[in-house]
């Protein structure tokens, strides 16, 4: 089988050691993965004068497809996010984040529109102290992220779909969204359930087993993911899809830690999670399934944890410890990971230049 090209996007701080990391993991399944690696972000700039190095834009045209460690923006006026920079360019509208403890009392996967709401509609200073904020609402960026989460409850076996919103409030843009909302559920005849953000925030809290697939808009899709990823053990152990039509980036979601960096003792839990969803993405299901059943069965085990997760192990121990699991195999009575993001991640794509 031909290898499947990759953009790999070391990151700062951290990023280089949990994207190596992640590497050596996705090496091990077996699965034929060729990379191009590339830097980016705040070191890049100081040492070449490029943010995002042209070249990097070049590979992710010809791969279309990446994985990308944690990435450090210059702060002042002139620099937008990276990750906000690569989106834009290349309508990278779904982000995707599966939330899964390893017991898997919480299998949830938040679908958030990536492009448009408050952070895409721009804001404008008014005055030295008047402000001006617009949110962007529209049908076609609506419809097409709520089409990606009922896809994933189709895959799920027609589970739910919760649409989280503040129409009550914000009756014309939020309304908008809710409209578009029901309309995709009776089109694809599943179950639609109706919540206001606030009260969401503390359901996932109360209940969070509760849920499978959540869709909202991107101010609050941020925010809900962040909090289940406290639900099962902070960001450290969170992946996530960036996905558009013709590109997909994977990466985890924490920051680059440049307080441990070049330590060791980085988690690179998430970064090889986003791997999995990398191979969800590409159809190599049985290396990705391998991949996560491993993490899970690491992770219960307790035996090998990094700082993070309140033990001492070092980066490449945990690396060491997924490997040796996922050689060892996982007995077939053991909860096997949700096929939830199947819908999510390309299942349907024929290679890895058809995304989705």
């Given at each position: 089988m031909k290898p499947v090209k990759v953009t790999l996007i070391e990151g700062d701080g951290i990023g280089k050691e949990v994207s190596h990391s992640a590497r050596r993991v996705l090496?091990?399944?077996?699965?034929?993965?060729?990379?191009?690696?590339?830097?980016?972000?705040?070191?890049?700039?100081e040492r070449t004068g490029e943010l995002i190095p042209a070249a990097l834009i070049d590979s992710l045209k010809r791969t279309r497809l990446a994985l990308k460690g944690p990435l450090?923006?210059?702060?002042?006026?002139?620099?937008?996010?990276?990750?906000?920079a690569l989106r834009r360019q290349f309508d990278l509208y779904a982000n995707i984040r599966p939330i899964r403890n390893p017991e898997g009392t919480i299998d949830l996967v938040v679908f958030r529109e990536n492009t448009e709401g408050l952070y895409g509609g721009g804001e404008r200073i008014l005055s030295?102290?008047?402000?001006?904020?617009?949110?962007?609402?529209?049908?076609?960026?609506?419809?097409?992220?709520?089409v990606k989460a009922f896809e994933a409850a189709e895959a799920r076996g027609g589970s739910k779909v919760t649409?989280?919103?503040?129409?009550?409030?914000?009756?014309?843009?939020?309304?908008?969204f809710?409209?578009?909302?029901?309309?995709?559920?009776?089109?694809?005849?599943?179950?639609?359930?109706?919540m206001i953000v606030d009260n969401m925030a503390m359901q996932m809290v109360m209940r969070p087993g509760d849920f499978g697939v959540i869709v909202t808009m991107n101010l609050y899709g941020d925010i809900l993911s962040d909090l289940g990823a406290g639900l099962v053990g902070g960001l450290g152990l969170i992946p996530s899809g960036n996905i558009g039509d013709e590109m997909a980036i994977f990466e985890?979601?924490?920051?680059?830690a440049p307080d441990i960096a070049g330590q060791g003792i980085a988690n690179p839990v998430a970064m090889v999670r986003s791997g999995a969803l990398l191979l969800r993405h590409v159809k190599a299901f049985e290396a990705a399934k391998a991949?996560?059943?491993?993490?899970?069965?690491?992770?219960?085990?307790?035996?090998?944890?990094?700082p993070d997760l309140g033990g001492d192990s070092t980066t490449l121990a945990m690396e060491k410890a997924i490997i040796e699991a996922m050689k060892e195999g996982l007995?077939?009575?053991?909860?096997?990971?949700?096929?939830?993001v199947d819908g999510a991640c390309g299942n349907d794509q024929p290679d890895q230049s058809g995304v989705l």
């Open positions: 090496e091990a399944t077996g699965f034929p993965l060729s990379f191009e690696v590339f830097e980016a972000g705040k070191g890049t700039l450090t923006t210059p702060v002042g006026e002139g620099f937008a996010s990276v990750n906000v030295p102290d008047r402000v001006e904020a617009v949110k962007l609402v529209t049908r076609q960026a609506s419809k097409r992220i709520l649409v989280v919103h503040k129409a009550n409030i914000l009756k014309a843009s939020d309304g908008l809710l409209r578009i909302a029901r309309e995709t559920a009776a089109e694809y005849g599943l179950p639609l359930e109706e985890a979601v924490h920051g680059s991949l996560e059943e491993a993490v899970d069965r690491v992770l219960r085990d307790r035996r090998v944890r990094t007995n077939s009575e053991e909860p096997s990971i949700s096929e939830s």
